[in-house]
C-alpha cells in the first residue's frame, strides 16, 4: 500500500530569510508565490505553469491561489506615481 500523506496546501508555502529574501516560496524552492499567482494573473494556464516549471505540482498552485486569498493584498493602498496614471483618449 502506498504512503499517501494528506499535506495542507497552505503547508506548502514557507518562508525562510536566507531564501528569495523572506518572501513566501513553494516547498522552500526559489520559485515565490508572487511569481505563479503573477503567471495566473497574466493568464497562463496551470498546465503551461506546470511545463514551464516541471518540479511544480498542481497542488502547489492550489496552495499559493490559497496563500494570496487568505492574505490582504498589500499593493493596494499604494500611492501611483505620475507616470503610472493611465491616459485617456481624447
Given at each position: 500500500?502506498?504512503?499517501?500523506?494528506?499535506?495542507?496546501?497552505?503547508?506548502?508555502?514557507?518562508?525562510?530569510?536566507?531564501i528569495c529574501n523572506g518572501k513566501?516560496?513553494?516547498?522552500?524552492?526559489?520559485?515565490?508565490?508572487e511569481t505563479v499567482i503573477g503567471?495566473?494573473?497574466?493568464?497562463?494556464?496551470?498546465?503551461?505553469?506546470?511545463?514551464?516549471?516541471?518540479?511544480?505540482?498542481?497542488?502547489?498552485?492550489?496552495?499559493?491561489?490559497?496563500?494570496?486569498?487568505?492574505?490582504?493584498?498589500r499593493r493596494a493602498g499604494r500611492?501611483?506615481?505620475?507616470?503610472?496614471?493611465?491616459?485617456?483618449?481624447?
Amino acid at each position: 500500500m502506498a504512503d499517501t500523506t494528506y499535506v495542507q496546501p497552505l503547508d506548502r508555502i514557507t518562508t525562510h530569510p536566507d531564501i528569495c529574501n523572506g518572501k513566501p516560496v513553494v516547498r522552500g524552492m526559489r520559485i515565490t508565490v508572487e511569481t505563479v499567482i503573477g503567471y495566473l494573473s497574466a493568464g497562463e494556464s496551470v498546465d503551461e505553469i506546470l511545463r514551464q516549471h516541471p518540479v511544480l505540482v498542481r497542488e502547489d498552485v492550489t496552495a499559493c491561489l490559497e496563500f494570496a486569498s487568505s492574505r490582504p493584498c498589500r499593493r493596494a493602498g499604494r500611492i501611483r506615481g505620475p507616470s503610472a496614471r493611465p491616459t485617456r483618449p481624447t
